[in-house]
């Protein structure tokens, strides 16, 4: 990334001030602007999120507000209530209370004098969620909105459910923010009242895990705050933004189609970053990307950016299954509308001797079972790749060995894919609850399976996410069940595999039985999007260098233990997936803070016991100055029995040395059909 120091208007910083909501209750924000706003007002660009702007963002933050700011726009970064250095307390995600402060904070970032009265709103993930939903609600004063990484639907792509399967994300979302929930206000910037609204948070913020199982249809629950319910709601510009290795690449395109007003889609090869940042590379000049969009919508400049197709697309090359990739080689592709044109859904079908062809066969394929073990998952990664390796799927080989398998014959010419692929899936099953795991790899000519795509259904969900119904053992089903969106080549010489296993453990939590599915291959097709490219296919102008503001200096004290193991004992037949997490240990060299973020996460099994299925979860986090120290230990284990989620929890706090607060949590959830 290249630093810019110098930008068109010098810049002034605000760290702390608060912004005054009706009910009284304060929001902590921090602000850079040009030292002349005052007298010449600019607009104002919001990111409103939990993840506290004195510490957790504060490296993210320096690198890109300054920027945007230095080029004539107020960048308000605002803690939500109940975070960071903000009053009250924060209960559950996207809650009425924190969209309608949202929109109260427009309505006074609108009134300020250094402010045009024009206000856009940028986020990534919780940002980029309710940015969406406040941009639902229209308050007068926001005139676009920039959404990275973010959904339409909460109970469809985001880290809780997955076509009806509890995603392991689920656990580990919800054991990060019980770690952060722990966290105080910074005495320096609230010392009157940290201690009293640090306990209040201890005691009171709840055991977001219990809630989120307690809803494991889509329900009024997960309704609330996902604008497919009326994407007519929405009436401001909308720029979409995700990744492939992002868990939410498929909300830009439901946005891009069902939306009416302006708007683009933009997808590249990123994790859950901005593209700025963004791994697997390349990254890209995402902020200047920004002061387009901002400069056509907030100052009336025409920047060309409405000219331009619809949706851009990273269309990768095949690459060496990695459980990290530094940078993925492909091209950018641009589509003038979703759906595109340019593509056309292709039918392959389950032959004979396991293989996959384009023409249905005329005879009867007699139909195949498949049982898969509980070790069919151990490589499939997270649902939401963060960049750190380990998080995305290795080679498929091993996952495949407990699958059902049809391939293609070797290509003879490359096929590109762009968008969602679909298998039309003809079964029965032994067991009233079950769940199937789909997957689509790139096998290069020496045998290694690149996962490209996958999917997941729990076939109780078959008609409804919200009116779930069991199977009756022995029935034929029809499903068609969707993958993940993703644009890719497979080159000449490849072939394209289908992987089907009724367990695809940690990435989601197995079924309450052991199951066996009979697959009617004669019965079933997998549809392809393939992408024609045609030969006067222009190229799209190439996105500027990223740049940014100069980063803030950071004294690493203890590297972060960024571990993915997969641990087997064949003397007893257990496994284990043990994952590092966290930032280590570091001090903030300007504010003199010290922050400790240590996160231990196991998921485990014996045999094929279901019994023993495990979640394990451990963070450990403090924060020091001089004399003040403040530290917290949540602990969060998640089993089941066939008809009940147990939870074990515990929270502890310290400060200093002495422990101030202890908290235990045991609770049993029924299934509910997962």
């Known amino acids: 990334m290249r630093i810019e120091t110098s930008c068109p208007h010098p810049i002034r910083r605000v760290d702390h001030f ?24 600019v607009p104002a660009i919001l990111e409103y999120i939990p993840y506290r702007k004195n510490d957790l963002t504060a490296q993210r933050d320096a690198v890109m507000h300054p920027y945007v700011a230095g080029h004539g726009y107020a960048v308000v970064r605002v803690d939500l209530r109940g975070t960071g250095d903000s009053d009250g307390l924060m209960l559950d ?76 994300d689920n656990l580990s979302w919800a054991s990060i923010m019980f770690g952060r929930n722990t966290l105080p206000p910074d005495p320096r910037n609230r ?5 009293e609204l640090w306990h209040r948070r201890l005691k009171e913020s709840g055991l977001w895990l219990k809630t989120w199982l307690e809803h494991p249809h889509r329900d009024e629950f997960w309704k609330r705050g996902s604008v497919c319910e009326d994407f ?31 708007r683009k889609g933009l997808v590249g090869p990123w994790a859950h970053t901005y593209p700025n940042i963004g791994k697997p590379g390349p990254a890209i000049g995402f902020l200047q990307e920004c002061l387009r969009w901002w400069d056509h919508w907030l100052k009336g400049r025409d920047t060309g950016i409405m000219d331009e197709p619809m949706l ?34 292709q039918s392959l079908f389950l032959g004979e001797n396991g293989l996959l062809v384009a023409t249905q ?67 029965e099953s032994d067991k009233a609850v079950a769940q199937v795991a789909v997957r689509l790899s790139d096998v290069a000519p020496n045998g290694a399976a690149t996962r490209v795509s996958y999917g997941l259904l729990n076939l109780t969900h078959r008609n409804s996410h919200e009116q779930p119904e069991p199977l009756e053992p022995g029935r034929r089903y029809h499903v068609s069940i969707p993958f993940k969106h993703v644009a890719q080549r497979f080159a000449a010489g490849h072939r394209i595999r289908l992987a089907i296993s009724t367990g695809y453990f940690p990435v989601a939590w197995p079924a309450p039985e052991a199951v066996t599915l009979t697959i009617y291959r004669d019965e079933c097709r997998l549809q392809l999007p393939v992408r024609i490219q045609s030969a006067d296919e222009p190229q799209p102008a190439p996105f500027e260098e990223p740049v940014g503001a100069s980063p803030l200096e950071i ?29 280590g240990i570091y001090r903030m060299v300007e504010n003199d803070l010290t922050i400790t973020s240590i996160g231990k996460e196991c998921y485990s099994f014996s045999g094929d016991d279901l019994g023993s299925v495990k979640g394990e979860t451990k963070w450990t986090l403090e924060m020091s100055r001089g004399a003040w120290r403040v530290g917290s230990v949540s602990e969060t284990a998640l089993t089941a029995t066939p008809s009940h989620f147990l939870i074990e929890a515990r929270l502890r706090a310290w400060e200093g040395d002495v422990l101030v607060h202890e908290q235990k949590w045991t609770e049993a959830i029924p299934r509910q059909l997962v």
């Open 312 to 345: 851009r697309l990273f269309m990768q090359d095949g690459a060496e299954p990695r459980t990290s990739y530094e940078s993925r080689s492909g091209r950018w592709v641009t589509e003038p509308s979703w759906p595109s044109p340019t593509v056309e859904m």
């Open 18 to 41: 608060e912004i005054p909501m009706p009910d009284g209750c304060r929001l902590a924000a921090r602000m850079w602007l040009p030292v002349d706003a005052e007298e010449t007002p």
């Open 191 to 195: 010392p009157d009242d940290w201690r």
């Open 93 to 168: 995600e996207y809650l009425q209370q924190e969209l309608d402060d949202g929109c109260s904070v427009i309505e006074w970032l609108a009134k300020q004098s250094w402010c045009d009265g024009n206000v856009g709103m940028v986020g990534i993930s919780w940002g980029g969620f309710n940015g969406l939903q406040i941009a639902a609600l229209r308050p007068p004063a926001l005139k676009a909105i920039i959404t990275c990484a973010s959904t339409d639907d909460r109970y469809a792509d985001d880290v809780h459910y997955m076509g009806g399967t509890l995603l392991i």
């Open 361 to 427: 066969a005329g005879n009867r394929i007699d139909p195949q079972t498949i049982r898969s073990p509980l070790s069919v998952g151990l490589r499939g990664g997270k649902w939401c790749s963060y960049a750190v390796p380990g998080d995305q799927p290795a080679d498929q080989r091993a996952d495949d060995a407990g699958s059902l398998i049809h391939e293609t014959e070797v290509l003879e010419s490359d096929l590109e894919i762009a968008g969602e692929a679909m298998l039309d899936l003809s079964f």
């Open 232 to 262: 007519g709601a929405i009436t401001c510009p909308v720029y979409a933004v995700s990744g492939w290795a992002d868990g939410y690449c498929r909300s830009v395109f439901r946005l891009m189609e069902k939306l009416t007003v302006p």
């Open 555 to 583: 004294e690493m004290i203890q590297e972060p233990e960024k571990d993915w193991k997969i641990i087997e004992n064949l003397a007893d037949g257990s496994v284990a997936v043990e994952v590092g997490e966290g930032a």
